[in-house]
């Protein structure tokens, strides 16, 4: 017979587990090379492109083929990496890069100044990559200065340039792979300089990788330098999370993402396992982007009683037992623009929310108990794109379904839609709610993404909300540190004063694997795994 276990045990079972630290793996011995490893994995990159790619899932991946200019380090500074140093002219459109010497692409190409300027061209381009495009939204220009230097010119300042230079979206790929076509599906077609050369790709079941044996260009965030530990690895991909701990647990698979709560007392503060916790909420919160210029959204009264007609805590707790928080901003509590006078400030007003539907004028009731108005159902949509679908986040949002439904009549339609349908909803600006999460980047770049006037969400929809989005612009503007966290603290307020943004939790990724796996952690630049540069094995627990 099959022990059930109650959410109340599993709570209690993982309160005691994580009393061990969960940050890191214990340090047997000096890393050394060799071994390979099989990582399973909860998602399918539908693209391997991080040029093209809009999965945070698919950004880890990437990381081990793709490097960048510039690294971000956990404290939000940035080390050399690809560029040994760079300059910023005193207006702010200039950024001048000295490249390092002696850096070649896997298919044999050099890197050098040519070799950024056409990756920076290629991508401003949004037919060519829609999704990284949008970071160069101010960028005009590179100039070649000398085959080692790169000068990126921009129209006007951008204060969060930098940071998505360092981001993998801007990572750089072979010249003479970008003139081949499509990369999407991976293989020794898509040419980094990445410590991980992509060997090969094999649809719904797995993709391997090998050592780039001339490696010698590290970030300077690594823990070593030269060639991976590792004479590769493997991505399976198990999408069902029973699935990937059954795996880690039997010997299939020697480390797996996306570890669910009801999983995590198998692998924290066990003998033959180690459990790490990422960041949490480096980038932004799980948030229901709001489309304010859609009926009946668009109607303020309506926004607000969806926020305050529910109480995220208890629905949170109840799927992520514990291991997550709720969330207050759309900026994540571990982003140091997180603004923390918000904690508290919203939510949770059910008599409230039902005022204000009455006073908009919902006040019919259909069959099943949702509010009507002219014999129309108080209905909004909720699309969330398959591709982008995991860690139970489509629970969290059925919970939130039927709180709604219950305490103010509203009914949330959560409809899971193809990537293509997605992409034409967006396209035209008629999308409704929209639920996502932002990597890690600069805050002002992050509320850009998420509100501002041509931000993936906003750029098709007409008359975005004025005031929201000047001074999301300003904050793009301004080099002065102080002003600039005043702007963001301001546009957080905002966008829940006038419920744009409903945000849900706080998210964070949960590691696991056999004990001899050494040397696993987060990029601060992904709020995600990093990649297996750093990674070895031990010999412990094989």
């Known amino acids: 017979m099959q022990k059930i276990v109650s959410h109340a045990v599993l709570a209690a079972a993982y309160a005691t587990a994580l009393a061990a630290p969960v940050c890191a793996a214990p340090q047997a011995r000096t890393p050394g090379p060799g071994g390979t490893i099989t990582w399973g994995v909860a998602t399918e990159p539908s693209c391997f492109d991080p040029h093209r790619s809009s999965q945070q899932a698919a950004f880890f991946v990437a990381r081990n083929y793709i490097d960048s200019l510039v690294a971000k380090r956990p404290d939000g500074s940035f080390a050399p990496w690809l560029a040994t140093q760079w300059t910023i002219s005193p207006d702010g459109t200039e950024y001048t890069f000295t490249l390092r010497a002696g850096v070649t692409f896997h298919d044999g190409e050099p890197l050098d100044a040519e070799a950024v300027k056409a990756n920076f061209d290629f991508v401003k381009k949004p037919e060519n990559a829609a999704n990284a495009a949008a970071l160069l939204d101010r960028y005009a220009r590179a100039e070649v200065i000398a085959p080692d230097v790169v000068k990126l010119v921009l129209a006007r300042p951008d204060s969060s340039f930098l940071e998505s230079v360092s981001n993998v979206k801007l990572g750089l790929i072979s010249p003479k792979a970008l003139a081949g076509g499509d990369l999407c599906g991976g293989g020794l077609a898509l040419a980094g300089t990445g410590p991980f050369v992509f060997q090969s790709y094999v649809r719904g079941q797995s993709a391997q990788f090998t050592r780039n044996k001339a490696y010698a260009w590290a970030p300077g965030s690594a823990a070593h330098t030269g060639p991976a530990h590792l004479d590769g690895f493997t991505f399976r991909f198990l999408p069902e999370a029973a699935v990937r701990a059954g795996a880690l647990t039997s010997g299939q698979v020697d480390v797996i993402e996306g570890v669910q709560p009801t999983d995590i007392p198998l692998f924290a503060d066990q003998p033959d396992f180690t459990l790490l916790k990422g960041p949490l909420g480096a980038g932004t919160a799980f948030t229901f982007n709001i489309n304010y210029t859609r009926a009946p959204a668009d109607d303020p009264r309506i926004r607000r009683a969806l926020r305050d007609g529910f109480d995220p805590e208890p629905i949170v707790r109840q799927v992520y037992l514990g291991t997550v928080p709720r969330a207050w901003?759309?900026?994540?509590?571990?982003?140091?623009?997180?603004?923390?006078?918000?904690?508290?400030?919203?939510?949770?007003?059910?008599?409230?929310?039902?005022?204000?539907?009455?006073?908009?004028?919902?006040?019919?009731?259909?069959?099943?108990?949702?509010?009507?108005?002219?014999?129309?159902?108080?209905?909004?949509?909720?699309?969330?794109?398959?591709?982008?679908?995991?860690?139970?986040?489509?629970?969290?949002?059925?919970?939130?379904?039927?709180?709604?439904?219950?305490?103010?009549?509203?009914?949330?339609?959560?409809?899971?839609?193809?990537?293509?349908?997605?992409?034409?909803?967006?396209?035209?600006?008629?999308?409704?709610?929209?639920?996502?999460?932002?990597?890690?980047?600069?805050?002002?770049?992050?509320?850009?993404?998420?509100?501002?006037?041509?931000?993936?969400?906003?750029?098709?929809?007409?008359?975005?909300?004025?005031?929201?989005?000047?001074?999301?612009?300003?904050?793009?503007?301004?080099?002065?540190?102080?002003?600039?966290?005043?702007?963001?603290?301001?546009?957080?307020?905002?966008?829940?004063?006038?419920?744009?943004?409903?945000?849900?939790?706080?998210?964070?990724?949960?590691?696991?694997?056999?004990?001899?796996?050494?040397?696993?952690?987060?990029?601060?630049?992904?709020?995600?795994?990093?990649?297996?540069?750093?990674?070895?094995?031990?010999?412990?627990?094989?």
């Open 329 to 542: 901003s759309i900026i994540g509590p571990d982003n140091p623009a997180y603004n923390k006078a918000l904690v508290g400030s919203w939510g949770n007003d059910v008599t409230g929310a039902n005022r204000l539907l009455d006073e908009a004028g919902w006040t019919g009731r259909d069959a099943s108990g949702f509010r009507t108005k002219d014999g129309k159902r108080l209905t909004i949509e909720v699309g969330y794109p398959q591709p982008y679908v995991r860690d139970n986040r489509e629970i969290l949002i059925q919970g939130v379904q039927v709180a709604l439904r219950k305490n103010v009549g509203l009914d949330l339609n959560l409809r899971i839609i193809t990537a293509g349908e997605y992409a034409k909803g967006n396209a035209s600006g008629t999308w409704a709610i929209y639920p996502n999460t932002d990597n890690p980047s600069d805050a002002a770049r992050e509320l850009w993404d998420m509100l501002g006037a041509k931000g993936f969400l906003y750029t098709n929809v007409p008359n975005p909300d004025p005031e929201i989005t000047g001074l999301i612009d300003e904050a793009l503007l301004t080099t002065d540190r102080a002003h600039k966290r005043a702007l963001t603290d301001r546009i957080q307020v905002l966008g829940i004063e006038k419920a744009f943004i409903v945000p849900l939790f706080a998210p964070s990724w949960f590691l696991a694997a056999r004990r001899g796996v050494q040397g696993l952690g987060f990029e601060a630049g992904l709020d995600s795994p990093a990649n297996a540069y750093d990674v070895w094995l031990s010999g412990e627990g094989q």
